[in-house]
Each structure stands twice: as C-alpha cells, then as structure tokens.
C-alpha cells in the first residue's frame, strides 16, 4: 500500500477476512502506510478516486453505482464480509473498469467473485500462492479463472498502478445477468424469497452442513458451486464444498 | 456474549427459513385447491401465505438489525459515544 501513488486516479475496495468481534483497526494500519487516505466504509457512501474503503466488521461491503454499500446480509463463504459479494457487485456495476485481486487466505472465497470480474471483461490478478502466507484462496482463484496476473505481493502496487492507468474500450457493455442481480441483492438484505433465488440454480439432493438449509447447484461457466440459496428456504449463502 | 449473539441470529434465519418453506407450502397447496375447483380453500390458503410473508418480513428486519456484540464492541461504541 505504501507505493501505490496518491494520484492513482482509482479507488480500492478492500474485504478483509475477520471475526465480527474485532475492532476494524486495518484503516488505521493503512493509513499508517499509505498516502492514499483508509477508512472503513459506510453505508450509501460516494466512490470517489484516491480512497480506500474498507469493509467494516460483520457487514458486506458492495458496489452499486456512483456509491457503496454496507449491509447486514447473510454470510456467504462463511464470512461476513466475504469477498465474492464485493467482485460480484463491482463486475456487475462497472464490468470492464474493475480489477479483481485475490490475495492470502483459506478456503476459496474469492473465486466465483473473480469469475464473475472475468467474464465481465474486468482484469483478475492473484498473489503468487508460493509468496501467500495462506496459499489456498490464491491457489483456487488461480484453479478456476483464466487469471491475468499472478504476482508476488510486493509487485501489486506497481502494476494496479500501470493497469490503472490503462485505457479501456468505451464501448464495453457492461453483463447485466439476472443471476447475478439477485445474488447481489440478497447481500444487500433483499428478501431472497421474492427476489426469485429459486431461478438461480438447480436444487439438488444435498443440504447444507452448517445451516441445514437445501442447497442448489448454481454454474459460473464451468465452475459450479453449492449454495444454501436464499431465503429459499434458507438465506445463508455459501459456497460448499468449501 | 459473542456467543449468545450468534446463537440468535442463527435462530432467526431458522425461523425465516421454517416461514418461507411455510408459504411454499400454503403457496403449494393452494395450487391443488384451486385445480380442484374448491376456490374457497385455495383463497384461505394463498391468505395464509402472504400473512406468514408479513410475518417473515418483520423477522428479517430483526435480523439484518441484529448485532454480534462483545465487550470490545461495547467498548468501541462507548468511546464513539453510544
């Protein structure tokens, strides 16, 4: 964080994977470190260039357009906030102009929401899993996306600050899936129920381990995840086998 | 108390959860009545529905409003002035 540039002319969302009983303390870290000011989001916020925002503990952290979200929704990945909500809203609200970087951490949150940056014509980077203190998210990440990037971490600054500055096709549709819409939603504390969460995946035989609820299969390309979908009967999201 | 506040939010979905298989299930069988030509019955059914729709709606609003609280929370929310 400290050699990315005060002029970066971007903003940085970041999702940190913490207990809902720590104090967020990483805005002061990085402000510690950084030029480029920190702080914990808050809700309905206005994106502007040259900030970082944090997700708070025990919210999701999304992107909507022109300002950021900070809700309360069930946990998905087991985590709250988890990543994939983020990339998922990012990719769906400004597509091509997103870069999605996937840093240390277990299981594989992170994954389907890098899929999703991908396939919307977004760039994907990964920490270099042989440099990750916790290799496993960068390893799945790198598994099941076509990743673009996959560097060691002291070289990120450097190149988000070149991909930044790179120009992008003005004439990139943004994909503007119903899938993806309703996943958004029911992070963002939607009635999952009404929002259609049946039409997002396949019910399949299995039901989840942790919440009990019926889990559905629902296909990201050629990756396919299992999600106590919804207030379907059950809200949690979560990817499992995890 | 992290402990006791995890617990209700976990019951509050299971109860969302019990609700929403609820109005599936009226949902459902107000569909047979109604194909059954007992149209009364369909009707009592689909009510029974959306009032059990109300009723889940109030316990969202519980629990996207519920905190996991701790004593460093209390903490951080006492010096941020309650």
């Known amino acids: 964080m400290q050699h990315l540039p005060p002029d970066l002319g971007a903003s940085i969302f970041i999702v940190w994977h913490m207990g809902a009983n720590v104090r967020g303390i990483l805005p002061e870290v990085l402000n510690k470190l950084g030029v480029i000011k920190a702080a914990n989001a808050y809700d309905k916020e206005p994106i502007l260039p040259n900030r970082i925002y944090v997700a708070p503990p025990d919210h999701h952290l999304l992107i909507e357009e022109g300002h950021v979200r900070v809700t309360h929704g069930s946990k998905e990945n087991r985590f709250r906030p988890a990543i994939d909500p983020l990339f998922r809203s990012a990719a769906y609200t400004y597509g091509a102009r997103v870069i999605g970087v996937v840093l240390s951490g277990g299981l594989d949150d992170g994954t389907a929401g890098l899929w999703r940056i991908k396939s919307s014509g977004g760039l994907t980077v990964v920490q270099d899993p042989a440099d990750a203190e916790v290799a496993s998210m960068p390893e799945n990440a790198l598994r099941e996306v076509d990743v673009d990037y996959c560097v060691p971490v002291a070289d990120i600054a450097r190149l988000l600050t070149r991909l930044s500055s790179q120009e992008i096709s003005p004439n990139t549709e943004v994909m503007k899936d119903e899938k993806t819409k309703i996943e958004i939603n029911i992070a963002a504390e939607e009635n999952a129920l009404k929002q259609g969460s049946f039409n997002i995946g396949v019910l399949s035989p299995f039901t989840c381990p942790e919440c009990h609820g019926v889990l559905s299969r629902i296909m990201d390309g050629d990756l396919s995840r299992f999600a106590a979908i919804p207030d379907m009967p059950t809200l949690q999201i979560h990817s499992w086998p995890a | ?82």
């Not at chain 2, 509050?12 to 109604?34: C, T, V």
């Not at chain 2, 009510?47 to 609003?61: C, F, M, N, Q, V």
């Not at chain 2, 609280?69 to 903490?75: E, G």
């Open chain 2, 1 to 82: 108390m992290a402990s006791v506040t995890e617990k209700i939010e976990d019951s509050l979905y299971s109860a969302i959860r019990s609700m929403d298989e609820s109005i599936l299930l009226m949902n459902h069988i107000g569909d047979h009545y109604a194909d059954a030509n007992l149209p009364k019955l369909a009707a009592v059914s689909f009510k029974k529905a959306k009032e059990a729709g109300e009723r889940s709606d109030l316990i969202r609003k519980a629990v996207h409003g519920h905190e996991l609280l701790s004593n460093i929370k209390l903490v951080e929310d006492a010096e941020a002035g309650g």
